[in-house]
């Protein structure tokens, strides 16, 4: 691996990139560097958490100069919280330089926001339907943008972000350099490169596997009604430091970041009918630690970097295997190893081989924690913390009394008193979600299989399937919207890397182009979606 001093960088740059600790360049960052400084369109492709954010971001920083006063460069991402993480990591990248960056997303008192942009940054990071409200505010203009940065490219599109994109690029001069990034790149992504991307060069960085190789991935085959029952004893067995647990619509979210909290867990949950300032409440307080289990929607699938995770829980499984990936993803990040669990309910075995097939990942099949385990697991967690305070507590004032007792009873009884009392008691409150619908997965064959592309079964995700519908029609809470009619998706499988490859992106266009027309109900020409909902078109 190379070291960051090998590449053409100022030394600004370089200082910046040694603080945040960076020593060698990850894959996609030695591949996709001289790339992009190149000013070539890319696309870049690579497993979650190994940097594809400074992968794009350096080379961006590197080539504004320090004294433009224009809005030069465009990061565009699905959601607030990863705009805002994006803002961030641009911030401490460009700090030295001296650039400025700024967030732009729905939610944020756009005052503000306009107050930010008479500082002149540079450097936008935006969700696109705030930006087309400060575009028809004229508060943002696109005049002079060189570099554009479609941060999960396929879920920008997959969401119906496609007709904003679209208006916003229109707005960005042709003459630009437009790079796409993500983890995963389903064919129909070549419909946004044809549209969008000149000559594009492919990096992928995907050996095998598409799902980081650092998560450790196990399911729990458990009906509906002993989900929550299963999520306790679970995390009560494995401790995590910081957990995220994904439920399927915004009212599973709510009842269970309840439900955990009666238990005395210190849980809290997000999702997309949250204010924009109880969101941000809740990602601090998960960042800082001072609640250890997010319980959220896909709306924290996407590239959210939260350091620490240790655990990812699938309550509900994900609607398609690109959600897994990257719901997963969410643990197991810059070398670090993690844990992700799903429950599946005994009808959603299918989902979870479509899953498997698609990730060429075998998911190992796991028991339900046992009570034993269970207590086992809050009894470690008690001694751990007991024994971090016998070496590190402050325990004179406590002494006297100790002895006291300890001439009066016995000491293995004290100490298991204690114990008890630490540990706690579960409180047996009664918990009772609504239960959800099983997600199922519909084959079909025909001319969207990907087999009739002349793909060899172990050439894309080696499958039995092609495509397959999601069921995504609103009713149970409406995951997205409920914009989805089911088929939405095109067929998966001709980029999982592994055996097609060589970096490239091989879409199967018969497959994207045959169904895109009804991705979404389209807005007529010029409809603006509510301002409430400006940048939030999809509905997690
Ligand atoms: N060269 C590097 N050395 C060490 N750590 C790095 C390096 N590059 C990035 N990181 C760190 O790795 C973590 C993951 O980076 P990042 O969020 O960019 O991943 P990603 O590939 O965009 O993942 P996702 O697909 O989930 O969005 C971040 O905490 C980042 O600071
Ligand atoms: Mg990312």
Do not use: C
Request: avoid cysteine; hydrophobic fraction near 30%.
């Amino acid at each position: 691996m190379k070291t960051f001093a090998e590449f053409d960088l100022e030394p600004k740059v370089l200082q910046a990139i040694t603080e945040l600790g960076f020593e060698e360049a990850t894959p996609i960052q030695e591949q996709s560097l001289p790339i992009a400084l190149s000013g070539s369109d890319m696309i870049g492709q690579a497993q979650t958490g190994t940097g594809k954010t400074a992968a794009f971001g350096i080379p961006l920083i590197t080539k504004i100069p320090r004294e433009e006063e224009k809005i030069v460069a465009l990061i565009m991402t699905p959601t607030r919280e990863l705009a805002i993480q994006v803002a961030e990591e641009i911030g401490k990248l460009s700090r030295f330089k001296g650039l400025r960056s700024l967030p732009i997303y729905g939610g944020q008192d756009i005052g503000r926001q306009i107050r930010g942009l008479k500082k002149k940054p540079q450097i936008i990071i935006g969700t696109p339907g705030r930006l087309l409200d400060h575009i028809n505010r004229k508060t943002i203009r696109l005049d002079d943008v060189k570099t554009v940065v479609l941060d999960e490219a396929d879920e920008m599109l997959d969401m119906g972000f496609m007709e904003d994109i679209q208006s916003i690029l229109k707005l960005v001069p042709e003459e630009r350099q437009t790079m796409l990034f993500s983890a995963t790149m389903p064919p129909n992504i070549q419909r946004l490169a044809q549209q969008f991307l000149k000559n594009p060069q492919h990096v992928s960085v995907i050996p095998k596997q598409v799902s980081a190789p650092l998560i450790d991935q196990a399911y729990i085959e458990v009906p509906e009604r002993q989900k929550f029952e299963a999520l306790s004893r679970l995390i009560d067995m494995e401790s995590p430091d910081l957990a995220i647990v994904f439920g399927r619509t915004k009212r599973r979210v709510d009842e269970l970041s309840e439900a955990l909290q009666k238990r005395g867990y210190s849980a809290d949950g997000l999702h997309g009918d949250l204010s924009q300032n109880q969101r941000d409440a809740v990602m601090r307080k998960f960042r800082d630690g001072s609640i250890d289990v997010l319980v959220a929607t896909d709306v924290a699938a996407r590239g959210l970097d939260v350091s620490g995770v240790s655990h990812v829980i699938n309550f509900d499984l994900p609607q398609d295997p690109e959600s897994y990936v990257h719901r997963i993803g969410r643990t197991g990040r810059a070398g670090k190893e993690g844990t992700a669990w799903s429950f599946v309910t005994p009808r959603e075995i299918d989902h979870l081989r479509l899953i498997e097939r698609v990730t060429r990942h075998r998911i190992t099949r796991k028991p339900l924690p046992t009570m034993a385990e269970a207590i086992e697991g809050k009894q470690r967690i008690t001694a751990e913390r007991l024994l971090d305070m016998v070496e590190n507590g402050e325990l004179n004032e406590y002494k006297g009394i100790a002895i006291q007792l300890l001439e009066q009873y016995d000491s293995v009884q004290l100490l298991s008193a204690a114990m008890k009392l630490l540990t706690g008691e579960k409180k047996d409150s009664d918990i009772q979600l609504t239960p959800e619908e099983p997600i199922r997965v519909k084959r079909r064959g025909g001319k969207n299989d990907i087999r009739s592309s002349g793909r060899k079964p172990n050439g894309g995700y080696g499958g039995s399937r092609g495509g397959y519908s999601g069921n995504r029609e609103g009713g149970s809470g409406g995951y997205r919207g409920g914009n989805r009619e089911g088929g939405s998706r095109s067929g998966y499988g001709s980029n999982y890397g592994g055996g097609s490859s060589s970096g490239g992106y091989k879409g199967n266009r018969d497959n994207a182009g045959s169904r895109s027309g009804d991705r979404k109900p389209s807005r007529p020409a010029g409809e603006r979606r509510p301002a409430a909902k400006s940048d939030d078109s999809y509905d997690i």
